[in-house]
């Protein structure tokens, strides 16, 4: 009888006093990768205090670390932030959202038609070179200096990259990929959705990245100029009492919150780049 052959891995070979270290390695590299991204921050951080600790930069241009600490865990206790905060949300997610789907309808409208585009796209490029502050006495007018105008105004942002981005996506299927949809049979609506769309995805999400940093931006500046809440009022209104404590605390609040809406974006694109199965032509031929 031949005896049973047990095969062993060259990892279970290793004693585990060799193993130890290489699984130390591994983790401490891993910390480190996670740690560089935060050596910026905590240097310039440093230096501000250093700066605010020798009176390199006077307390009434840039104050310490400490001040605008206290004046941000003051807007937490008191609520105040919150409500700034969930005013500023409330806008660019409703303009974001408007800007976002009628830049996926014109993207994909332009996209797949070359009529359309050529109707559309050179209007299209004129407009996109006009600054969102260009058309703020416009949308006054119609508008007025209520809610639409921010919304009108965000949305406009969040258009440009989305539609660009979209247009390129829809564009950049290979040919080869469309005459083998076209031997298998494939209907227009079975290529679009079959083809076209799954090879768009990392794109559309670039467009969608792109779109929520201009309306973010936007909301911003559009509160600068008219508003009586949100996190760019708290801005104007500490620059009025110059209070830069509280410019300050603002400044972090919307870079924290615009820093946390593009990872989850970017989760969201890498779940759904990852689930999602491979576009193989023929395979439900």
Avoid: H
Wanted: aromatic content about 8%; overall charge positive.
């Amino acid at each position: 009888m031949t005896p049973s052959t047990t095969l062993v891995s060259p990892a279970a070979m290793t004693p585990a006093s060799a193993r130890a270290p290489r699984t130390a390695g591994r983790l401490l590299r891993r910390l480190g990768d996670g740690a560089l991204p935060w050596l910026l921050p905590a240097a310039l951080l440093a230096l501000w205090q250093t700066g605010a600790d020798r009176g390199w930069i006077s307390p009434q241009v840039l104050p310490p670390p400490r001040f605008v600490l206290e004046t941000l865990l003051d807007l937490f206790g008191s609520g105040e932030l919150w409500l700034n905060v969930e005013a500023s949300l409330r806008r660019v997610l409703l303009g974001f959202a408007a800007g976002s789907l009628l830049g996926l309808l014109l993207g994909c409208a332009m996209g797949l038609s070359r009529r359309i585009e050529s109707y559309l796209l050179p209007t299209f490029n004129a407009l996109v070179q006009i600054p969102v502050l260009a058309w703020l006495p416009f949308v006054l007018l119609l508008a007025g200096i209520g809610e639409p105008l921010k919304y009108i105004l965000i949305a406009k942002a969040a258009l440009v990259p989305v539609t660009l981005n979209t247009l390129q996506g829809f564009r950049q299927t290979p040919a080869a990929f469309r005459e083998v949809a076209q031997v298998y049979g494939y209907t227009r609506r079975q290529e679009v959705l079959e083809i076209i769309a799954p090879l768009a995805i990392p794109t559309l999400f670039t467009g969608l990245r792109l779109g929520f940093t201009k309306a973010w931006l936007s909301l911003v500046v559009v509160e600068l100029v008219a508003s009586s809440e949100g996190l760019g009022y708290l801005i104007v209104y500490g620059r009025q009492l110059f209070q830069l404590d509280l410019v300050m605390a603002a400044v972090i609040v919307v870079g924290a919150i615009g820093y946390l809406i593009d990872k989850l974006l970017n989760l969201a694109e890498s779940r759904i780049v990852c689930d999602r199965p491979a576009s193989t032509i023929g395979v439900n031929a």
